[in-house]
């Protein structure tokens, strides 16, 4: 039982490239989401999935897609990077309201 | 916008003593509170749980209270030990809604 499973760990990319973060859950959670993490601010959420097929807005939409073609995993996108963007992404997985929020071991993109 | 604050100096204590974070928020109050503990490099852990109509939970050393007059919660680690030095996150969930939204968190530091 792996939980959730983020890919890759690291990545740098330079500013105007594109890359798809791959967040796996084997818990059969229907709600996962997508934070970022920059010092001082906390986890701000991006994008969310409350069942396979749907997406929604967070709170730091702008310049990311996301997509959940398949309940166990959620995508995030980046389609012209920005240095903004350099942070550590963190995917988690919740099965209700509620409950616990399970958390993959985040990836760490730099853009150059 | 709710927003949720939590000491962002860090707290530095001696073993054995015991810590207490505070987590206060805006507006009105949440569902659920939890508590995450993230230590370096590391995807958040969640520690503990409680809904607006509790006043206190405990799990072995940790207590966490829940005030929705003074909408805050104090976390607390009786008996503190070296390991328990990582980032502490408060996390509010509301009825009716999908999302968690994090503070950012307090480094505590244990020292032998």
């Known amino acids: 039982n792996a939980g959730v499973t983020q890919t890759p760990k690291f990545r740098v990319l330079k500013t105007g490239q594109s890359m798809t973060l791959l967040c796996a859950q084997d818990?059969?959670?229907?709600?996962m989401y997508w934070y970022r993490q920059d010092p001082g601010m906390g986890l701000r959420l991006i994008h969310y999935s409350v069942g396979e097929g749907t997406t929604a807005k967070g709170e730091v939409p702008d310049g990311y897609n996301v997509s959940r073609l398949k309940k166990q995993n959620f995508l995030l996108g980046l389609e012209s990077a920005a240095p903004s963007q350099t942070s550590v992404y963190f995917c988690?997985?919740?099965?209700?309201?509620?409950?616990?929020?399970?958390f993959g071991q985040g990836t760490r993109l730099t853009v150059v | 916008s709710q927003k949720i604050e939590q000491n962002s100096e860090a707290l530095n204590i001696q073993e054995g003593k015991t810590a207490t974070l505070t987590c206060n928020y805006t507006n009105y109050s949440p569902a659920y509170l939890q508590w995450y503990r993230q230590d370096p490099g590391r995807g958040p852990v969640f520690l503990l749980l409680?809904?607006?109509?509790?006043k206190e939970k405990r799990k072995e050393r940790l207590k966490v209270t829940f005030d929705t007059t003074l909408k805050q919660s104090l976390f607390h680690i009786t008996a503190s030990q070296p390991a328990d030095s990582a980032t502490y996150l408060c996390a509010l969930e509301y009825t009716g809604g999908f999302k968690t939204i994090f503070g950012a968190g307090t480094r505590l530091f244990v020292k032998a």
């Open positions: 409680i809904r607006e109509n509790e």
């Open positions: 988690a997985s919740i099965l209700s309201v509620g409950s616990e929020a399970f």
């Open positions: 818990m059969n959670h229907e709600y």
